[in-house]
């Protein structure tokens, strides 16, 4: 079992940055495939960004892309989301999942076994 908690989350100007993290306890870090969802008020929750435990090979949703940057700390047992030219669009309860250990990663909400409690983050126009 691994626990996830997520920080960083807070209000920011519209192209201001921001860098959520996400620390797990409970077991090493390192075989877990890594994503982050995000849901907005009255929206379903979407995909963000993944990074595969394997080769750290990542993928991004096309509406973020150029902008959010994925990335991993093994030995900090950590998962970074750096977000950059911040929209009033990206406003969002933001989510860390991982998957089961050595599991392919994927973009699929629904593959992803471990989900921290979520950090708030408002953009302001």
């Known amino acids: 079992q691994v626990q996830l908690v997520e920080s960083g989350g807070g209000l920011v100007q519209a192209g201001g940055s921001l860098r959520l993290s996400c620390t797990a306890s409970?077991?090493?870090?390192?075989?877990?495939?890594k994503g982050w969802f995000r849901q907005a008020p009255g929206k379903e929750r979407e995909f963000v960004a993944a990074?595969?435990?394997?080769?750290?090979?990542?993928y991004y949703a096309d509406s973020i892309k150029g902008r959010f940057t994925i990335s991993r700390d093994n030995a900090k047992n950590t998962v970074y989301l750096q977000m950059n030219s911040l929209k009033p669009e990206d406003t969002a309860v933001y989510y860390c999942a991982a998957t089961y250990p050595f599991t392919k990663v994927t973009t699929k909400e629904a593959t992803y076994d471990y989900w921290g409690p979520g950090t708030q983050v408002t953009v302001s126009s």
């Open positions: 990074i595969s435990w394997s080769n750290g090979s990542t």
């Open positions: 409970g077991r090493t870090f390192r075989s877990y495939s």
